[in-house]
């Protein structure tokens, strides 16, 4: 029987979003035969941890929800070829990470296994394969280094954090917004409270998510002495009477999240210092940007903020 695919939370992560790759990344833009050797002086180097290191970790561990069948798959997309990535796949045996599946594409971008892998989520470090796996309508976010929290956490939980719109629903109100002013865009919403956003990049990542949170209230409800460990936040500058139509989307795909901010202008970075997730998503870098040092950062370059079109 095939390895199948479509029951579980796949992530495809680049090296360069898992561990710190930036000198090793130097030498390979000298020339490929630097970088081979490189690499192979250092095969038994490893690699140091990187800003999602930390939700990956957790995330991992959460297989431990349905023993044997797993619930999360991570899977190595990365432009190395077999060789060079040895550091790679030898890296994550030294820290214990369970991932055992990788693509190699030697120089050449993997988002194009993005669907033949059903992943719902690809993080990268790098902005060009980010902003192309997107324009293709791919889940895909850019890893910032901008700090990571720390992850010698004793209980393993796992914080995510994801903005509204832009990330989880489409840019359409984000559009009226931009054109227009805030009254209007207020306005426009109150008139659609009841019509649900279509879907943005990470609406798949979060519905994984949710079948993750429900696999731990399944064991709170047969008894089990468990603590969830998973909490998801939604974390937009929408304010009243916008949030109604937020909350309108989410209950439309059947889904809820733990905490809500609708901050209207105040800075996100408040919040996010107290929250203090795993790893953020946001569309806009001037989010991010103030965040720095306090959460592990995510760039999702999707539609009317990035000069492109989300349909």
């Not at 954090?161 to 990330?167: I, K, P, R, T």
């Not at 429900?214 to 304010?239: C, F, H, I, K, S």
């Not at 889904?255 to 203090?276: C, H, M, P, T």
Request: glycine share 8%; with cysteine.
């Amino acid at each position: 029987m095939p390895y199948d695919l479509t029951d579980r939370l796949v992530v495809g992560i680049a090296p360069s979003a898992l561990f710190d790759s930036s000198e090793a990344h130097q030498v390979f833009e000298e020339s490929l035969e630097a970088y081979r050797a490189y690499q192979d002086e250092h095969l038994d180097d490893p690699l140091p941890r990187g800003t999602a290191f930390p939700f990956i970790k957790r995330l991992l561990a959460l297989n431990d929800l349905r023993p044997g069948n797993n619930l999360v798959e991570v899977i190595v997309l990365a432009k190395d070829d077999a060789i060079t990535g040895l550091r790679i796949m030898k890296s994550i045996e030294h820290y214990g990470l369970p991932i055992e599946r990788a693509v190699f594409t030697e120089g050449k971008a993997p988002y194009d296994y993005i669907p033949a892998l059903n992943v719902c989520l690809y993080l990268s470090g790098s902005k060009s394969d980010v902003e192309r796996a997107v324009d293709l309508g791919y889940p895909a976010g850019r890893v910032l280094g901008f700090g990571a929290v720390d992850d010698d956490e004793q209980d393993g939980t796992l914080r995510v954090a994801l903005d509204f719109d832009g990330v989880l629903a489409s840019d359409e109100a984000e559009k009226i917004y931009q054109s227009s002013n805030l009254a209007t865009f207020l306005e426009h919403e109150r008139e659609h409270a009841n019509e649900p956003l279509e879907a943005g990049p990470m609406k798949q990542f979060l519905l994984a998510m949710g079948r993750i949170q429900q696999a731990e209230l399944d064991r709170v409800a047969a008894g089990e002495d468990y603590t969830p460990r998973v909490r998801v936040a939604m974390v937009t500058a929408r304010q009243a009477p916008a949030h109604e139509r937020a909350v309108a989307t989410l209950r439309s795909w059947n889904v809820q999240v733990n905490d809500a901010f609708f901050l209207g202008g105040i800075e996100k970075a408040r919040v996010l210092s107290v929250l203090a997730p795993h790893i953020y998503f946001d569309d806009q870098i001037g989010h991010l940007e103030p965040a720095q040092g306090t959460v592990a950062s995510v760039l999702v370059p999707y539609g009317v903020m990035h000069g492109g079109a989300s349909d």
